[in-house]
């Protein structure tokens, strides 16, 4: 019997306007930029990777059926999140303030087609450990 491995890799970002979401994404938050290349006439691919990420977005155009600005709830997970949305206002993100959920710290932001994120502050071991069944 073989074991079973899955890896979340890449994650498709639905956008109206290329260039200006791999601008935001690149310019503002920091993501790296992997690749932008048209594989095929119509079908543009541009991979960003947030830093220190295993997981890519991908964004373009001939790729999906999503409308621009539907995709909602991914999570940035950083170990010090005031000094993350800092960073980020310093770039010109426009992030929410910081919410504290219980001992869990958020913020949000959205990108410039309304593609809504959530950064979380890392959950403190002693957050984790009150929460175990």
């Not at 991979?47 to 997981?55: D, E, F, H, I």
């Not at 303030?97 to 959205?110: K, P």
Request: with cysteine; charged share 20%; glycine share 10%.
């Amino acid at each position: 019997m073989t074991c079973m491995q899955m890896r979340l890799e890449v994650v498709q970002v639905p956008v109206a306007d290329v260039d200006r979401a791999k601008s935001f994404y690149s310019e503002k938050l920091g993501f790296v930029l992997d690749h932008d290349v048209e594989h095929i006439p119509g079908m543009r691919v541009v991979q960003l990777t947030p830093p220190g990420s295993a997981v890519s977005i991908v964004i373009g155009t001939g790729m999906t059926g999503m409308a621009p600005g539907s995709l909602e709830g991914l999570q940035l997970v950083v170990p010090d999140i005031n000094a993350v949305r800092s960073e980020l206002l310093g770039r010109g993100a426009e992030i929410s303030d910081i919410q504290d959920m219980g001992g869990v710290l958020f913020a949000h932001f959205s990108d410039p087609d309304g593609n809504r994120w959530v950064i979380q502050g890392e959950t403190p071991s002693d957050v984790r450990e009150a929460h175990k069944p």
